[in-house]
């Protein structure tokens, strides 16, 4: 503690004695740790979920800026997990390409779809990065190896530590409850339709990216109205950006928007979420559904 920091005080204040409050004035001037409950709701915990905007494409390099943003640190530890594309080097290049390209950072990359790394590697990898960035594709495979590899509970606890959760389509999928995937379409192409996966449900409700396939939104729609008391969330060329509990939808085309889906009175409703620059209570989505 400098002297700086109390030449202005009044000394008797300043004084750590009993009975004059030692405990509040010990964690006001950071003598002693602060409780872990106070650490913890300190902690910014934040989700970027996109529902069809990938990085290869510059016209939506603004959203991508947005993610880099939210850790709030010049030089961002980023990890890459493309398991549901079956870690493609393709899309691995690109994906390391934009960040070195348009931003200067290297990024790391965690491969559990064509590999089986050991639970240090994948803690490691998880627990220190700054930004974890999750790649499109077959959502129920994804899930299914993450929780069989424990990336799942890893994936939590990253988030209550202020790790910035971000992806794309399947990346979308599995902050939610339930995400709604084409992954049957894998497994019998010629027979297949479209089923809700368990996700991490770090957001309560149901999410369908890709809205903007009329096939897809269809058949979402249906779901819901065969549903009670469930909130669905769709995006095609947005971002829904959820930061402690509050959100905002953002988009490089200023007409597009996000939505909420919900049953009303035996009907489906579909409610525009319209872009913000604002942060509002990501509680007012789910009233009066």
């Known amino acids: 503690m400098s002297q700086s920091r109390l030449e202005n005080e009044p000394k008797e204040s300043s004084r750590l004695t009993i009975g004059r409050r030692p405990i509040i004035a010990a964690l006001l001037l ?20 996109i529902g069809n905007a990938p990085f290869q494409d510059p016209q939506y390099s603004p959203i991508y800026e947005e993610i880099v943003r939210l850790a709030n640190t010049d030089d961002p530890r980023i990890l890459s997990i ?3 594309g079956g870690d493609n080097p393709g899309s691995r290049k690109y994906f390391r390409n934009f960040f070195r390209d348009r931003f200067g950072f290297i990024t790391d990359e965690l491969l559990v779809a064509s ?11 998880i627990l220190t990065a700054d930004i974890i960035y999750v790649g499109g594709g077959r959502t129920l495979m994804m899930m299914n190896r993450w929780r069989e590899l424990g990336i799942d509970q890893l994936l939590k606890t990253a988030y209550e530590k202020g790790t910035v959760l971000s992806g794309t389509s399947a990346g979308a999928n599995c902050w939610f409850e339930y995400g709604y995937s084409d992954s049957m379409k894998y497994i019998n192409p010629s027979h297949w339709s479209y ?36 909130v669905g969330f769709a ?55």
């Open 195 to 230: 089923i809700l996966v368990k996700g991490l449900g770090l957001i309560n409700g149901i999410y369908c990216p890709h809205f903007d396939d009329e096939d897809r939104a269809r058949s979402f729609m249906e779901m819901i109205g065969r549903s009670n008391n469930i």
């Open 30 to 49: 950071g003598l002693f740790p602060k409780p872990p409950e106070l650490v913890a709701a300190s902690i910014s915990k934040k989700i970027v979920a």
């Open 115 to 125: 590999q089986t790394p050991s639970d240090q590697e994948i803690s490691e990898k």
């Open 82 to 84: 493309p398991t549901a």
């Open 235 to 289: 995006q095609a060329n947005t971002a829904l950006m959820v930061k402690d509990r509050q959100y905002k939808v953002i988009s490089p085309d200023p007409a597009d928007a996000a939505f909420k889906l919900c049953k009303k009175e035996g009907k489906v409703v579909k409610d525009r979420i319209e872009q913000s620059e604002d942060f509002a209570p990501l509680a007012s989505l789910y009233q009066a559904a």
